[in-house]
């Protein structure tokens, strides 16, 4: 992890960042928690530039207080003051670095949620279904009269 964040040290710590920042809330008693270790520390890796914080909701639970934690692991994206995305529970690196890499689209940005592309749904499978039981019905038809 980066840093250790208080509630002594909040303040100074973010007020001066002018980028997305990561917030870490666990404990070391929170087996999911230590699961998310190496996950973060493949994200540190990877997106040095992207500030880690971690606050230990045992050692500074006004601060998981005023952030209504109210389960650990939870991870927030923030940006100033203001939380972007969060995730609760074991976050798979890949659902970090998607979030972190888009968080900066306009639609996101706009609309607090990423746009999902329309895709076009086969019925390939609908129509073969629909048109063997055409066929079976038929041939029930057929061999009964």
């Not at 070391?28 to 928690?33: I, K, N, S």
């Not at 909701?57 to 203001?82: K, M, N, W, Y």
């Not at 995730?87 to 979030?99: A, K």
């Not at 949620?113 to 048109?131: C, M, P, R």
């Amino acid at each position: 992890m980066d840093y250790i964040l208080t509630s002594e040290n909040f303040d100074s710590s973010v007020n001066a960042l002018n980028r997305p920042y990561i917030i870490k809330f666990g404990s070391e008693t929170c087996g999911p928690c230590q699961t998310m270790k190496p996950v973060l520390e493949k994200f540190r890796e990877s997106y040095p530039e992207i500030k880690l914080f971690e606050v230990d909701t045992d050692q500074s639970p006004e601060l998981a207080s005023h952030f209504e934690i109210r389960s650990v692991p939870t991870i927030h994206i923030c940006e100033g003051r203001e939380i972007l995305y969060s995730f609760y529970g074991v976050t798979p690196f890949r659902d970090l670095e998607f979030v972190i890499t888009n968080i900066d689209q306009p639609y996101f940005r706009e609309h607090g949620q990423f746009e999902v592309e329309k895709q076009n749904k086969s019925y390939s499978f609908e129509i073969l279904i629909i048109l063997l039981l055409v066929i079976f019905i038929g041939a029930f038809i057929f061999l009964s009269l």
